[in-house]
């Protein structure tokens, strides 16, 4: 359950929407700032207009232990189970080597009113989630509100995940403190040359540091209940690159610079080359490339460290496509360990 009351999150969240609204009519929720008027139509960067558009909304067991729960012979007798997971269509930073590119870069989805989109948060509690986990919510930020403002009123008990890139702006995140339970940032890129060539951001780590050390200081400690999941808390994932070792190392290096070793730190190697991956990355990460990584974690001393195996293949559940109604693979087991 999550650790705000429904009554003290229904008036942060009143709050929220009233320091927000003006974004409605010139955008700038995301460094970006792109200051189009949404409500008439105007599409930024992200492509997105006034309402939230909504790919899948799904029990999701790809997700790191705390915020999936354990399926299978793990599994206590009668748990709940799953990530409850809503996939936004839209993105405000497109990896060109994005996987989940049909919803990112293609806009595959469609819209969902205020209303409809809090029915999907609460047919997901009643199917056993165990937290609601928002996948690139932030240029959806005001529909999403409104929609949690409603389904709180209806009954919604669960954590509430933000699953974003990490390209964020501190000022708004601001805002969303006590509304928010569980921050699922990327943390992708330490220096401007891979960012700009790779998700045309430059400005990505200056971005993405400000607004980690925002949420870190919101939810600083990872707290789970009795059956280990997360109640709380801020997860920082990081994906290694092929070729990227250095990058991931500097990464590294700064959270625990930063942050120190009590930040939880999710090291995946489930790179896989896709949509408009450019020649350095057309290829999977090679033997040796995540372990280096990893090594320096356990050296640095990560008190939570969730990790992944060494390699993928591309038949591995782990790649979804959200052309289907069960975009992901769950026959075999999880990835994740």
């Known amino acids: 359950m999550s650790s705000v009351n429904p009554a003290r999150k229904l008036d942060r969240i009143g709050r929220a929407l009233d320091k927000l ?14 200051g189009v008027n949404r ?63 049909q919803l990112s870069w293609l ?47 209806r009954g919604l008990s669960l954590p509430i995940v933000a699953n974003s890139s990490g390209y964020e702006k501190a000022a708004v995140l601001a805002q969303l403190d006590g509304i928010i339970d569980i921050y699922l940032p990327d943390l992708k890129y330490a220096s401007p040359g891979p960012a ?23 939810r600083p400690l990872l707290i789970l209940d009795e059956e280990e999941a997360a109640e709380q808390g801020l997860i920082i994932r990081h994906l290694v690159l092929p070729g990227g070792v250095e990058n991931s190392l500097a990464v590294l290096d700064w959270i625990h610079r930063e942050l120190g070793t009590s930040a939880a730190l999710s090291l995946m190697s489930q790179y896989h080359p896709c949509f ?20 320096r974690a356990r050296e640095l001393g990560f008190e939570q460290l969730f990790v992944q195996p060494e390699t993928f293949g591309p038949e591995d559940h782990l790649f979804p496509d959200f052309e289907r109604a069960e ?4 026959g075999r087991p999880p990835g994740k360990k």
């Open 107 to 153: 806009g595959r989805g469609r819209p969902a009113a205020d209303a409809e989109l809090a029915g999907m948060m609460l047919s997901l509690q009643e199917k056993g989630a165990l937290n609601i986990n928002l996948v690139s919510p932030t240029h959806h930020l005001l529909p999403v509100l409104r929609a949690l403002e409603i389904a709180l009123r």
């Open 196 to 218: 700009a060539r790779y998700s045309g951001a430059a400005d990505y780590f200056q971005q993405a540091a400000e607004a980690v050390r925002e949420m870190f200081f919101q």
């Open 39 to 101: 409500a008439a139509g105007e599409l930024g960067f992200c492509e997105s207009g006034p309402a939230a558009v909504v790919s899948h909304a799904l029990l999701h067991y790809g997700e790191e232990p705390v915020l999936s729960g354990r399926r299978g012979p793990e599994a206590r007798p009668g748990a709940r189970s799953g990530s409850g997971t809503i996939f936004f269509s839209g993105c405000n930073l497109k990896c060109c080597f994005c996987q989940n590119y």
């Open 327 to 330: 975009p992901f693979d769950w």
């Open 21 to 34: 609204a003006g974004h409605a009519v010139d955008c700038r929720l995301c460094p970006r700032e792109c």
């Open 276 to 295: 408009q991956a450019p020649e350095d990355l057309k290829r999977p990460l090679r033997p040796g490339e995540y372990a280096r990584v990893l090594d």
